[in-house]
């Protein structure tokens, strides 16, 4: 008798393991053969469940992505007041930070390695989560809302170089003083 198998969770079972796997070789250093030997399984069996590399990939990003917003949309709900929703975006990020530098990581490699063709991936990533921010801590001004994701990308990629650096959740506590500081002195 077959073996009956659950496709899309034998997929997502594959893609699990990759961002961390992306992150840390790079796009263009993986092969399908490569991958198939990180994941213990056959290339014939990546092959069964991803037309290629790429297509692997963008599944890789849409489903860390998607795991990503389902997580923020409840653990930042939007109708709390302004400290809580960033107390509760600073925890949220703390305790993904080493996801969150993987997939800066992933992110970035795919754009230096694909140029102009990684623009509509690279788009995507960017997008879903300035939306997902805006949505959440209710912030329409683009120009607010790309300045606090600048803030956060550059905490993460900071702590990412410098782990003894101050814990997320210090710094932006350290950000809040700062702008009240400011705000006092205007």
């Not at 690279?122 to 300035?130: A, I």
């Not at 801590?137 to 683009?142: F, G, P």
């Not at 990629?157 to 814990?167: F, G, H, I």
């Amino acid at each position: 008798m077959p073996k009956i198998v659950d496709h899309d969770a034998k997929r997502e079972e594959l893609l699990e393991p990759c961002l961390a796997l992306f992150a840390t070789k790079g796009f263009h250093a993986l092969s399908m053969r490569k991958i198939s030997e990180a994941l213990g399984v056959t290339t014939g069996t990546l092959y069964h469940y991803f037309d290629g590399k790429l297509a692997l990939f963008e599944q890789m990003i849409d489903r860390v992505i998607k795991s990503d917003v389902e997580a923020a949309l409840q653990e930042v709900p939007a109708d709390q007041s302004w400290p809580i929703k960033l107390l509760n975006l600073s925890r949220y990020l703390g305790q993904r930070e080493g996801r969150f530098a993987q997939i800066i990581h992933v992110t970035l490699d795919y754009k230096r390695y694909e140029g102009e063709s990684s623009k509509s991936l690279t788009d995507k990533v960017l997008n879903t989560y300035l939306q997902t921010i805006s949505s959440q801590l209710s912030i329409e001004d683009r120009t607010q809302l790309d300045a606090l994701f600048s803030l956060i990308l550059g905490v993460i990629v900071y702590r990412d170089l410098n782990p003894e650096a101050s814990p997320i959740e210090q710094q932006f506590w350290a950000l809040q003083k700062i702008g009240l500081e400011i705000t006092k002195s205007i």
